[in-house]
């Protein structure tokens, strides 16, 4: 069965700290996978996907196909990435499954 | 407004009324997806429609549940007889056909049944 798994639902790191926000998937074809980011007061709204392989906001997050993960990282935490990270799959029929959630909190 | 627009915002409602959301996607979006979030848990999605079509329902759903997109536009999602487990913060997205994977979430209309 398809399913994303957040195992931390709270994350506490300092400013200027790294950061990695794990999510592990169960999937049998080939998902694409996503990172999406809720700031307080705002939508739900894309921060990354596997696919496009790039650095948005300083974050980065890597496919391992063998260790079915997709981890969010960054080097240095700012106060400003404060917020609830979804993990989330793409896979068959266009059908999507969010992680529930972490929240980052980023301490000054 | 360029962004997906749901209405209401907030619903407050008693066990077994029949409630109707409504969802403005971004224009030109092909793709509606609908989702129900719950405290502490990540969106479920619910039912995506391509254009007028609903070309995914979850098994999760159960038949009280109905959505629909009549003219590729808009889409309503109706529930009846609302129970109390129904409670929850019901999201649409909306995506275009040429980058069907990136989705652009509304604000969410947040149900409570009592």
């Known amino acids: 069965a398809q399913r994303v798994t957040q195992p931390e639902k709270l994350l506490s790191v300092f400013k200027g700290a790294p950061v990695e926000l794990k999510c592990n998937y169960s999937?049998?074809?080939?998902?694409?996978l996503f990172w999406y980011v809720q700031y307080s007061r705002q939508r739900l709204q894309l921060l990354l996907r596997?696919?496009s392989r790039e650095s948005i906001k300083g974050f980065t997050a890597d496919l391992n196909k063998g260790e079915t993960s997709f981890h969010l990282k960054k080097p240095f935490a700012q106060e400003e990435d404060s917020a609830m990270y979804y993990c989330?799959?793409?896979?068959?029929?266009?059908?999507?499954?969010f992680g529930s959630g972490t929240k980052l909190n980023v301490k000054p | 407004d360029t962004g997906v627009s749901q209405n209401p915002r907030h619903k407050i409602t008693k066990r077994g009324q029949n409630v109707t959301f409504r969802c403005d996607p971004i224009?030109?979006?092909?793709?509606l997806y609908w989702y129900r979030q719950t405290l502490g848990q990540g969106p479920e999605f619910l039912t995506y429609?391509?254009?007028?079509?609903?070309?995914?329902k979850s098994r999760l759903l159960s038949d009280r549940f109905s959505a629909e997109r009549p003219k590729g536009s808009f889409s309503t999602l109706e529930i009846q007889r609302t129970e109390q487990g129904d409670s929850a913060m019901y999201l649409c997205?909306?995506?275009?056909?040429?980058?069907?994977?990136?989705?652009?979430f509304g604000a969410g209309t947040r149900l409570s049944v009592l």
């Open positions: 429609f391509q254009n007028e079509a609903q070309l995914e």
């Open positions: 997205a909306s995506s275009a056909l040429i980058a069907k994977n990136i989705q652009y």
């Open positions: 989330a799959l793409s896979g068959d029929f266009n059908k999507f499954y």
């Open positions: 224009s030109e979006h092909n793709r």
């Open positions: 596997h696919i």
């Open positions: 999937y049998s074809g080939s998902p694409e």
